[in-house]
């Protein structure tokens, strides 16, 4: 049974940095793209991003390209998001999520991670 | 890339027949059968509903469909029951080889 389970809830302050994680398994984790999506309060999901874990070949929103990074260590099967500094705006709950395919869409959700940017 | 554009809220009686509309552009929806919907109650992650414009993952009930012309998908969900109350978004592939969501309706079962 495929499982992704994201680390807990984060509070942080601005300017902070902070890599959250997503742990799969159930199945070949470099097989499948896997990405991350971004609910910000009150509102919808945002596409932020996904990588390949079998070469790291990354694809990342146009509007949000440089804001983050999306990374994977294929030898224990997990996915991170990273800031290296962190806004008020950042403030969102952030969903992994696995992509069924080359061009597929995400299927497969993690329980979501809630990080809280305030001074 | 901006999102896809579906209604702000639709709703319907139980046993009635919704329909939410997705419109994107010649470089996403209307070029690309990669077209996914998904539901997200109150407080939880989306739930997968429909791939590929109109497929259905194992386990998702046959009342809701999905549907596809020219640069609009459609989702739509018979026989409403209560428990369909929730946020819907769509979802699509581009052309920049990435993925894009719609701005989410809201569904209320009156």
């Known amino acids: 049974e495929e499982q992704l389970v994201q680390s807990g809830a984060e509070v942080k302050k601005p300017g902070e940095s902070l890599k959250i994680s997503c742990k799969t398994s159930?199945?070949?984790?470099?097989?499948?793209?896997i990405g991350w999506v971004r609910q910000m309060p009150g509102k919808g999901l945002e596409w932020m991003g996904a990588?390949?874990?079998?070469?790291?070949?990354?694809r990342y929103s146009p509007s949000l390209q440089g804001q983050v990074t999306i990374s994977v260590d294929k030898f224990i099967n997990i996915a991170y998001l990273q800031w290296s500094s962190l806004k008020p705006s950042d403030t969102a709950i952030y969903y992994c999520?696995?992509?069924?395919?080359?061009?597929?869409?995400?299927?497969?959700w993690g329980q979501g991670t809630l990080v809280t940017v305030s001074s | 890339q901006s999102a896809l554009t579906q209604p702000a809220s639709v709703s319907g009686s139980p046993g009635q027949s919704i329909t939410i509309s997705c419109t994107g552009t010649s470089s996403d929806v209307g070029n690309y059968n990669y077209v996914a919907w998904y539901q997200q109650p109150p407080g939880k992650a989306p739930k997968f509903l429909i791939y590929e414009v109109s497929s259905r993952p194992s386990g998702v009930s046959n009342r809701f469909s999905g549907s596809k012309s020219g640069n609009t998908a459609s989702l739509t969900i018979s026989g409403l029951q209560t428990e369909d109350e929730a946020d819907y978004y769509c979802?699509?592939?581009?052309?920049?080889?990435?993925?894009?969501f719609g701005g989410g309706t809201k569904l209320t079962v009156l």
């Open positions: 979802s699509s592939y581009t052309s920049r080889g990435t993925w894009v």
């Open positions: 990588i390949l874990p079998d070469d790291s070949e990354t």
């Open positions: 159930g199945y070949s984790f470099t097989s499948y793209y």
């Open positions: 999520a696995r992509h069924s395919g080359r061009l597929g869409a995400p299927d497969y």
